[in-house]
């Protein structure tokens, strides 16, 4: 049914929860697939069909050779279906992966004002953070803000290393995160020369 990945064709689009599964937001194909079409299309077993008449050229991208929704059309599609946690993770890590764009995304949300998961996206381009690479760091972000302590910066790069966490003011450094988080890290846990820049910055 999907043909050629040519953005502007008027073909259908994988969408909603197949297109969030393509872009890595799902773990797992659900059955029936999704698209969304411009105009009236023929419906197909096995396929859910979504109809819009807002979906224009910015919205529409290719992923693998399908033609599927953008990143951010595709989390303003599934954000009523995802859980507060999952939205935060959704959203950074696709942003770590380079696929979201704030940029993109705020402009997904002043397009569609009216839909469902326009509010809940309204907090992440008003009030943009920095990304964070796991729900231990979201965590602590929650618990900074709920205990009044400063807004922290979250992996940040500093004398050539990335920290967890930065509270910038107070020249803080905190380390959150597992040693299976920071396996790739060069010497995380054992480099001296690590540790003398960190408290060099803090000092």
């Not at 990304?131 to 050539?160: C, Q, W």
């Not at 905190?174 to 846990?189: A, C, N, P, Q």
Request: glycine residues 6%; aromatic residues 8%.
């Amino acid at each position: 049914m999907l043909g050629p990945c040519l953005p502007a064709a008027p073909a259908p689009f994988l969408s909603h929860g197949s297109g969030g599964t393509l872009w890595g937001y799902n773990k797992y194909w659900d059955m029936p697939f999704e698209v969304t079409v411009t105009t009236s299309h023929r419906r197909r077993p096995g396929i859910t069909v979504h109809r819009s008449r807002t979906l224009t050229e910015a919205d529409i991208d290719c992923q693998l050779d399908v033609p599927v929704t953008s990143p951010a059309r595709t989390l303003l599609d599934i954000t009523p279906r995802l859980t507060d946690k999952r939205l935060r993770r959704a959203i950074n890590d696709s942003r770590h992966a380079r696929y979201l764009h704030l940029d993109d995304l705020a402009d997904v949300v002043r397009r569609n004002p009216t839909r469902h998961g326009t509010k809940r996206l309204l907090p992440f381009v008003q009030q943009p953070r920095g990304i964070t690479r796991s729900d231990l760091e979201d965590r602590f972000v929650a618990l900074a803000r709920r205990y009044g302590l400063p807004t922290p910066e979250t992996n940040v790069p500093i004398h050539g290393y990335v920290v967890d966490v930065l509270f910038r003011a107070e020249r803080v450094i905190v380390e959150i995160d597992t040693w299976d988080s920071h396996g790739l890290r060069t010497s995380f846990g054992s480099d001296r020369k690590r540790d003398a820049e960190m408290l060099a910055f803090a000092t």
